[in-house]
């Protein structure tokens, strides 16, 4: 938890901003003291990017003024797909060797220029392996830069003191664990504007952690498109009126969700194949889209799986002057995690200044102790002498406890070097037309009624299909269809060519469709997660 008892937490979205005030605890009762959602300005925030720190810091000051909110510790929760995430493991370490350890390793966790992002970390477990030997499994999160220290300039602009900036998936992460059985496995999908957060956890553990480049924005604009209306408006209709079905062939806004639910069923049977004795049983949503009116029985048709709206929290005590009917517990799902144990980026030089800001109060106090010492000078000496030898003390555990950092790093890349070479003989050994079987198998089954199959060629690299369909919607699914056979790591159209039969009755389409064999589990997992992950570096 933050270092004072109440703390503001803030979560800045395109739409919205969302400020609470707690005061936390993950073991015992959160206490909610005040909570505010008012709208982003215009123009002034885009993914995680602070555009405009003027309109933003006077749009949260008003707010805070207006409610009486004097509270000056600040937690901001950072929202943006550019920031990058990586689960790890590392060997089983004392917590303040963790941080050593990941910043040492940083530039092979992330695929962008390490020295233009802040790497902070949180630990998800303790794994002990067959060999009885322990390894921790981390969250390590690259954040760039800039974007890092525009927050920090705007809590300066403000008149707040950070206490931590927190990844929004840590934030939800941290509540979500507090609220779910120790006996199921529960996927919890925070419904963004931009993207959407995934974690599977069980109990407090969490199994697996995506996001998935869509939100509501699709469906928010078929409405505005369709009433001639503003983005406000078009959500409030959809929170109110019953616009979505559980078809996505019933309308076009029940069809915007099409992409958005059909990579959150990728990512489920992802998860299936790594972790088959362990299916999820119920799906919580939160989030800006979490009201939208029909939302639950679309995710629970479509993804068939028992789904509820994530709108009441265990051990988490609002102030009677909250209005939960305004301040759902939807939206607050993020901010208050945060207030719980939040992750911290903190710039390189913003610690330097903290540390010469620290030192800079000791000269001062050493100089009052000099004045002092003119008339009390044995007894300031002895004083002196004392301190100095607990400084040196303090410096020697400090010294002692990050001299094996070296050998546990050297000991950590020779074990992956091991692990890399038994994958390589083994990766030797797969011929990949091994799989034309398991292709055969489940073509029949993945084939619509509408398109015919005239011929197909097996390579070590995939197959190639000759078809004649009726549509190109028929092309369409027939495409989805043969991505999700579990030897085929990707499937696309080669070419499609339209034709009319000898009697003019109607148009046909000879299409010639590529499929791509997986190479192993590992290119399988890597291309799973191109499609779903966007926290890659742009």
Do not use: W
Request: hydrophobic letters at 40%; aromatic letters at 6%; proline letters at 3%.
């Amino acid at each position: 938890m933050a270092k004072s008892n109440k703390v503001l937490t803030i979560d800045i979205t395109n739409e919205s901003i969302t400020i609470i005030e707690a005061t936390a605890s993950a073991k015992k009762q959160t206490m909610i003291h005040n909570a505010l959602i008012f709208e982003t300005p215009e123009e002034s925030y885009e993914d995680g990017q602070i555009r405009d720190k003027d309109k933003i810091a006077n749009a949260i000051r008003e707010q805070l003024n207006a409610n009486g909110i004097t509270n000056k510790n600040v937690i901001f929760i950072l929202t943006s797909t550019k920031a990058v995430n990586r689960e790890v493991m590392i060997p089983f370490v004392k917590e303040n060797k963790i941080k050593g350890i990941i910043n040492a390793n940083s530039s092979e966790y992330f695929p962008v220029n390490i020295e233009d992002y802040v790497v902070s970390h949180t630990v998800l477990e303790t794994v002990v392996n067959e060999d009885k030997t322990k390894q921790l499994r981390v969250l390590a999160v690259a954040a760039p830069l800039a974007m890092v220290k525009s927050y920090y300039e705007l809590a300066t602009m403000i008149g707040l003191t950070v206490e931590a900036i927190d990844y929004i998936g840590n934030s939800m992460l941290q509540l979500i664990k507090t609220q779910t059985s120790t006996n199921t496995t529960t996927m919890v999908i925070q419904l963004g504007s931009e993207s959407t957060v995934l974690n599977i956890v069980k109990g407090d553990t969490l199994l697996l952690q995506r996001t998935v480049p869509y939100g509501t924005n699709a469906v928010v604009t078929e409405i505005m498109d369709e009433k001639g209306v503003d983005a406000t408006t078009a959500m409030t209709l959809l929170q109110n009126e019953r616009l979505i079905t559980v078809d996505f062939d019933d309308n076009a806004a029940t069809g915007a969700f099409r992409y958005l639910i059909n990579n959150i069923g990728r990512v489920m049977d992802y998860y299936a194949s790594k972790n088959p004795d362990k299916p999820i049983d119920d799906v919580f949503l939160t989030g800006d889209g979490a009201l939208i009116r029909g939302i639950d029985g679309l995710f629970k048709i479509q993804l068939n799986i028992s789904t509820r709206i994530m709108d009441s929290l265990y051990n988490i005590k609002f102030d009677p002057k909250i209005n939960l009917k305004i301040y759902n517990p939807v939206y607050l799902i993020a901010p208050i995690g945060a207030a719980l144990a939040p992750m911290n980026f903190v710039p390189s030089d913003i610690g330097k200044s903290v540390d010469r800001k620290g030192q800079s109060q000791i000269a001062l106090v050493v100089g009052a102790l000099l004045i002092v010492g003119a008339l009390t000078a044995c007894g300031i000496t002895m004083v002196m002498k004392s301190n100095a030898q607990k400084e040196k003390d303090v410096v020697t555990n400090n010294i002692n406890s990050i001299k094996d950092i070296e050998e546990i790093i050297a000991k950590y890349d020779e074990a992956e070097a091991t692990l890399a070479d038994g994958q390589n003989m083994y990766n030797g050994t797969i011929v990949l037309n091994e799989k034309m079987k398991e292709f055969i198998d489940n073509l029949e089954v993945s084939t619509p009624a509408d398109i015919v199959v005239e011929k197909f060629e097996s390579t070590s690299d995939g197959v190639k299909i000759i078809a004649v369909a009726d549509s190109y919607d028929s092309v369409g699914k027939y495409i989805i269809e043969l991505k999700k056979i579990g030897c085929i790591d990707n499937a696309f159209i080669a070419s499609i060519d339209p034709f009319t039969e000898e009697d003019g009755a109607a148009i046909e389409y000879r299409v010639v469709l590529a499929c791509i064999y997986a190479n192993d589990s590992e290119v399988v997992e890597e291309a799973t997660e191109a499609v779903v992950e966007t926290t890659e570096a742009e």
